[in-house]
């Protein structure tokens, strides 16, 4: 029976556990659904490689309820843990987070690195410590952690970028970095401390108050998201068109208050671009 942590686009981070005979899985950080953690999600009995259960999701739709709890069938991989399922939420209702044809993938949260989220938590930024300040240390672990956020490896970037501050608090680059692997992680708020440490040294930096909008839209917070959106664009921030973050276009853009502001903020966003495209083409390679 598939036990420990486990993740899934559609609720983050899930522990599995065992109950009188039944698996159940229990939300505990990211998704797009921001469950209050322990929230039970998904309840099920393994018949041979199939679970045969129900879960719990949030839903988008004029006339959908904010969550439903749904039938599962589930496939069971034994080779890699994995479950997978098609989950079919009423007509008109779609959940975010779930796959093509509302594929849903439950996979070991140590089978990728990509996604498993990194350590976090209210003190995650708090327990960092200066040691003794060593500049060519701090420069080593920064270039390995960004390799690591390249490839997608949140925990090994979070850890390098960590490390980089212990011997430096100087590089907003840093903090930047830790940001974003935070970010990415689904644990918003330990992204905005670190995104806000990386402000503080470099106030001027389009890309961290882009990354701070994201991170506010992630708890819901409109004014704050769209305040650091106005700032990054503001500062000369710039995206291909149809580019932007989906978390922030799903609260912008659901809210007749902030639809206008926004949409100005994207078009100026992507004039941005387009103006940086065509000085680097008239100024060559």
């Known amino acids: 029976m598939p036990q420990g942590s486990y993740q899934a686009d559609v609720w983050g981070r ?3 556990s065992a109950e009188h005979e039944r698996l159940v899985g229990y939300a505990t950080d990211g998704g797009p ?6 929230s039970r999600v998904l309840e099920g ?15 988008e739709g004029a006339s959908c309820p904010a969550t439903d709890t749904l039938p599962l069938l589930a496939l069971y991989s034994p080779e890699d843990r994995s479950l997978t399922a098609y989950v079919r939420p009423q007509a008109g209702c779609q959940a975010p987070g779930l796959g093509k044809g509302g594929l849903l993938v439950l996979q070991p949260a140590q089978a ?18 200066m040691d003794k300040r060593n500049p060519e ?3 080593e672990a920064l270039e390995r952690g960004n390799q ?8 090994g970037s979070a850890a390098e970028f960590e490390r980089s501050i212990t011997q430096d608090d100087r590089n907003w680059v840093a903090f930047f970095g830790l940001g974003t692997a935070w970010l990415m992680s689904g644990q918003a708020q330990d992204a905005i401390d670190a995104l806000n440490r990386a402000r503080t040294l470099n106030p001027r930096e389009a890309s961290i108050h882009y990354h701070l909008a994201c991170a506010y839209s992630r708890l819901g917070d409109r004014k704050l998201a769209l305040a650091h959106l106005g700032q990054a664009v503001k500062l000369g921030y710039s995206i291909p068109e149809g580019t932007q973050d989906q978390e922030l276009d799903r609260l912008l853009a659901s809210d007749a208050a902030s639809l ?13 671009n387009k103006a940086s495209a065509g000085r680097r083409q008239q100024t060559g390679p």
């Open 14 to 16: 899930v522990e599995l």
């Open 33 to 38: 659904c921001r469950f209050k953690p322990q």
């Open 45 to 59: 009995q393994l018949q041979g490689g199939v679970l045969v259960g129900q879960l719990t999701l949030c839903l």
């Open 112 to 129: 990728g690195a990509a996604q498993a989220p990194v350590r976090g938590g209210a003190s995650s930024m708090a327990r960092l410590r």
């Open 137 to 139: 240390a701090a420069k």
């Open 148 to 155: 690591l956020l390249g490839a997608k490896d949140w925990r």
């Open 260 to 272: 206008n502001k926004y949409v100005g903020l994207l078009q100026q966003a992507v004039a941005n």
